[in-house]
């Protein structure tokens, strides 16, 4: 209820806020009214259940949820996966996997894992939902052009076969749906209707019309579905066995990490345009409520939906009110408005969809990130698309999140910066200290970046460089933020290697993180603590007075070499003289 008490402290449930919150919930509430009946039908669902999911979870949400302009309720983004699941386990498994994701959406958030999931790159979020948007768009032709059932369990076996039916499109249905996408794209910028949405008057129109009419052949949720009951959902508990739970715990955590993906999304538009903050994790323990309870009132997959909640922003949303304003209006149009559902037809809520669909699939915006973005984003947006829509979109997000922390992980290592110090360099940075060039004998290498395995073939690559042993080698790690357990491995060895040739290797400028790292993996004990300097000057002075030692040693003990040469010498040549004589 975070979301609730920053409302509640903010003043904004005070009774000076009522009015603007109360309008935008019942704009909201009529705005999702047929959408929560497409998404139901596109879902495998019955058109009322969308109703009570879209009831449940916007209250939920916006009781427990972390954003205080939160609508949530079904969404497009589910489709596909909600559909591929009621087609293989009936709408009970359906349910008993929403109510197994629920449970996953309460843990993450309890894990304080929601700032995780919002790391997933754009490439493979924007190619994953216009991936869904062409599924969604080809998976309405049926409604739309009235066509016969068609089979195919493959998106392409699917446009394959439509293609082949299309020619059997019912002519009256067609018409229809395309006047309902006249309708519902140009309908608010007809004068005097610019603030009800569109697919509120196609819905209306379209009815009317079919109720006048009555044309043969038309679909309709009565004729499809019996209509719509009156009156509340009954709790209902889903038989839940453990092979039940085993068999549903892919779909479960697909539906988990979809939900946790678009609810955060969503979370962040409102954020933008209303200038607020959301809690991330607190929005996961309310995704995860209200998807464990929908499935007990009928109800099935919800999550943050952004086209509702940039309604509500628009229409003067500031508090959670408006997500339950929103909640009570869908509970009181089915209460009082249910019976005259029959007669909407199927064409109508299909084009409803199809422009869901255009608007999920961002053409714009794909197209300008295949101009405009680096040559691997550009792959990992399509091959994400790709997989998407023929392959799977767990897959396809796998895969895109795999491609993506690969290519990551490339662009850090090149940026990692291993390199040998120049007298230039150094003398223009400490030349205020006295410092005119380095003393002989002694190399300085900087590290500039994170010291990971990624990285850990360019420090190889450096050091190899150097074509003659010093004696004294300083490593400057002032700019390594962090290092991992293949940095510290390697950087041991390299120590090694070079203390069995005679360097002498001294380490400046670790920051703590990276100083308690090297204590653990012995490096320090290893080089000697005496040669592990904060700052680099005290590296300098040490260098300086090792160099020192170095070179007044190697006189005398090269006097000790030369003094039995010159002794034996001299013996030989007082054996020698006798002779001479």
Known sequence: ????????????????????????????????????MAFAIASGAKPEQGLYTAIVAGLFVSVFGGSRLQIAGP?????????????????????????????????LGLAKMGA???????????????????????????YFFGLPEIQGE??????????????????MTSVLALFSLGLVVYG???????????????????????????????????????GIPQGLPELTLPSVSLEHIIELIGPAFTIAMLGAIESLLSAVVADGMAGTR??????????????IVAPLFGGFAATGAIARTATNIRNGGTSPLAGIVHSITLLVILLLLAPLAVHIPLAALAAILFVVAWNMSEVKHFAKMVRRAPRADVVILLITFGLTVFADLVVAVNIGVILASFHFLRRMATSVEVRQATEQELTQEFAHKGLIRLPPGVLVFTVEGPFFFGAVENFERALAG??????????RLKWVPFIDVTGLQTLEEVIRDLQRRGVTIMLSGAN??????????????????????????????????????????????????????????????????????
Do not use: C
């Not at 999931?117 to 768009?137: C, N, S």
């Not at 493959?154 to 002519?171: D, G, N, R, Y």
């Open 1 to 36: 209820m975070i979301a609730l008490k920053e409302a509640y402290k903010a003043g904004l449930l005070r009774r000076q806020h009522w009015m603007g919150n109360i309008v935008s919930g019942v704009i909201v509430g009529v705005v999702a009214l047929p959408l929560a």
């Open 75 to 107: 969404t497009g983004a589910f489709i596909v996966v909600l559909s591929g699941i009621t087609a293989q386990y009936g709408i009970e498994g359906l349910q008993i996997a929403t109510f197994m994701a629920g449970i996953m959406l309460l843990l």
């Open 116 to 142: 995780v999931i919002k790391f997933i790159p754009d490439p493979v979020i924007v190619g994953f939902t216009a991936g869904i948007g062409v599924i969604i768009w080809v998976g309405q032709w049926q």
């Open 154 to 171: 493959h998106f392409h076996i699917k446009l394959f076969h439509l293609l082949q039916v299309l020619p059997q499109l019912h002519p």
């Open 188 to 226: 608010p910028r007809v004068p005097g209707l610019k603030r009800v949405p569109g697919p509120l008057v196609a819905l209306i129109l379209v009815t009317l019309l079919q109720v006048i009419f009555h044309f043969d052949g038309v679909r309709t949720i009565g004729t499809a579905f019996g």
């Open 278 to 291: 959301h809690d991330s994790n607190q929005e996961l323990i309310g995704q995860g409520l209200a998807n």
């Open 466 to 475: 150097t074509h003659a042993d010093p004696h004294i080698l300083i490593i």
């Open 512 to 581: 703590e993180r990276v100083t308690v790292k090297l204590r653990r993996a012995g490096i320090l004990e290893l080089i000697g603590h005496e040669h592990n300097f904060k700052v680099f000057d005290a590296a300098l002075v040490a260098a300086q007075a090792g160099v020192r030692e170095v070179s007044e040693a190697v006189p005398a003990q090269q006097m000790a070499i030369s003094d039995p040469i010159r002794a034996s010498a001299d013996t030989a040549s007082d054996g020698q003289n006798p002779q001479g004589k």
